[in-house]
């Protein structure tokens, strides 16, 4: 089981809220990401971080904002949520170091965000 | 740009059968593919890789998958099908090259349903 955690799981929250989805893993990896699952399954990565201070944008557009103050912590905020955010929002974080395990990308068990 | 594309939606399989998952990918350098497997309100977890070597490579609860170069597939194999092995499958690709940086690409995802 990889130590990636998430909270919360489950989010139910009313339009125009702020909410920060929260990421942390105890691996030490530098690299972290963000990804939105929506209804039909697929994955879309919306952020990803290649160590502190460091953050750029997915391939998907996504309103959200994240930070990469710690090694450790890579949350995820939407200043004024929307029915349209209500998704699955899973954080991934994956090592530098050796080739062979470069690139696997360990996941947390999502929060499932509900926006009525 | 990197693509991948799991042209099944579901896959249904009798428990004992062999277990195929279909995945073929697009990049411009030499590819590193990967299987993830989701199960029902958890995230990903990884299954196994191929980043260099034999085409046939071998994961974690008894899949393997084999590369094919020439056909550009990845597909995902079983022998003999679990219940336990119903799931979501996720393929995922990126090309080697450096400009490609860290980030995966990742299918639409197949459904699995074993049945007894």
């Known amino acids: 089981e990889a130590d990636i955690y998430q909270t919360p799981r489950y989010l139910v929250i009313g339009t125009g809220k702020k909410i920060t989805l929260e990421c942390s893993q105890t691996m030490g990896h530098d690299k972290m990401y963000w990804y939105q699952q929506d209804p039909g399954m697929e994955l879309h990565l919306i952020h990803y971080?290649?160590?502190?201070?460091?953050?750029e944008k997915g391939d998907l557009s996504s309103e959200s904002t994240v930070s990469r103050i710690r090694t450790e912590h890579f949350p995820l905020t939407l200043e004024s949520a929307r029915p349209s955010h209500t998704s699955q929002y899973l954080c991934?974080?994956?090592?530098?170091?050796?080739?062979?395990?470069?690139?696997?990308?360990?996941f947390g068990p999502g929060t499932r965000l509900t926006v009525t | 740009a990197q693509s991948v594309a799991q042209p099944e939606d579901q896959v249904n399989v009798a428990e004992g059968n062999p277990l195929t998952v279909k995945c073929t990918y697009s990049v411009s350098g030499n590819p590193y593919l990967f299987w993830y497997v989701q199960y029902p309100n958890r995230g990903l977890q990884f299954l196994l890789k191929y980043i260099t070597g034999d085409n046939l490579v071998k994961g974690s609860y008894g899949f393997e998958a084999e590369f094919n170069k020439s056909q550009t597939s990845f597909h995902l194999k079983k022998p003999s099908a679990l219940v336990s092995d119903s799931a979501l499958y996720f393929c995922a690709v990126r090309d080697s090259g450096k400009a490609a940086g860290n980030k995966l690409t990742f299918g639409g995802g197949t459904r699995v349903l074993v049945k007894p």
């Open positions: 991934a974080s994956s090592e530098v170091g050796p080739r062979e395990r470069r690139d696997e990308q360990y």
């Open positions: 971080s290649y160590g502190v201070n460091s953050t």
